[in-house]
């Protein structure tokens, strides 16, 4: 349900006043879910101009398809779903999500028992923020979004293989970064799993 605000008490009268194609409802859609949406796709394009571009279309695709959202799901999870569709869309385009790191620059396996860093929330966005389009976009929708190898395969029009080894090297860069960034001084250590602490800050 939503918080009280002028004209909707409840998502559902929010979502009918949508469907009506009310532009009151537009606006509050875009108010209430705007920021979260952007960091959505700031997630997947890198460039931030890029990003909101992205977020305009979505919203814009929201409002086109508001009618194929069934009520017995989160409409903030619905939302979501979009801008992550045309985040990928413009990547597609852009041909950026095929970009990769040579794997011989990877010189580290990714130990996944190894779960100590000394990072608070934005040194671990920046971080992942900074992995080649290819291997970002797969670590956020396996990592992030919870989407399978087979699923995100089907999304890129890659093989699974291909999914599974990007999402590797990616853990296996961001581990070096992260041990690098805990050897810094100054730091102290906190443990904690470094993908479920950024889960918790994307979401």
């Not at 700031?42 to 508001?66: H, P, Q, W």
């Not at 620059?105 to 971080?127: F, G, H, K, M, Q």
């Not at 102290?188 to 979401?203: I, L, S, V, W």
Request: glycine share 6%.
């Amino acid at each position: 349900m939503l918080r009280l605000i002028p004209f909707f008490t409840t998502e559902s009268q929010l979502i009918a006043a949508l469907k009506r194609g009310e532009s009151r409802a537009h606006k509050v859609v875009y108010e209430r879910f705007a920021g979260k949406m952007l960091a959505v796709c700031t997630r997947y394009c890198s460039n931030r101009d890029d990003a909101e571009e992205v977020m305009l279309d979505g919203f814009m695709r929201v409002f086109e398809k508001i009618e194929q959202f069934r009520e017995d799901g989160s409409f903030e999870g619905w939302i979501r779903r979009v801008m992550v569709t045309e985040s990928l869309m413009f990547l597609r385009k852009s041909k950026q999500w095929r970009q990769e790191t040579s794997i011989e620059d990877v010189t580290v396996e990714p130990d996944y028992e190894w779960a100590d860093t000394a990072l608070n929330e934005s040194d671990l966005l920046r971080i992942v923020n900074q992995l080649p389009d290819g291997y970002r976009t797969i670590f956020n929708l396996y990592a992030i979004e919870g989407y399978s190898h087979a699923e995100i395969a089907d999304m890129l029009g890659i093989s699974e293989g291909t999914s599974k080894s990007q999402l590797s090297r990616a853990r296996a860069i961001l581990q070096m970064s992260l041990k690098k960034m805990e050897q810094e001084p100054g730091r102290r250590n906190q443990t904690g799993n470094y993908e479920k602490t950024y889960r918790k800050t994307a979401n």
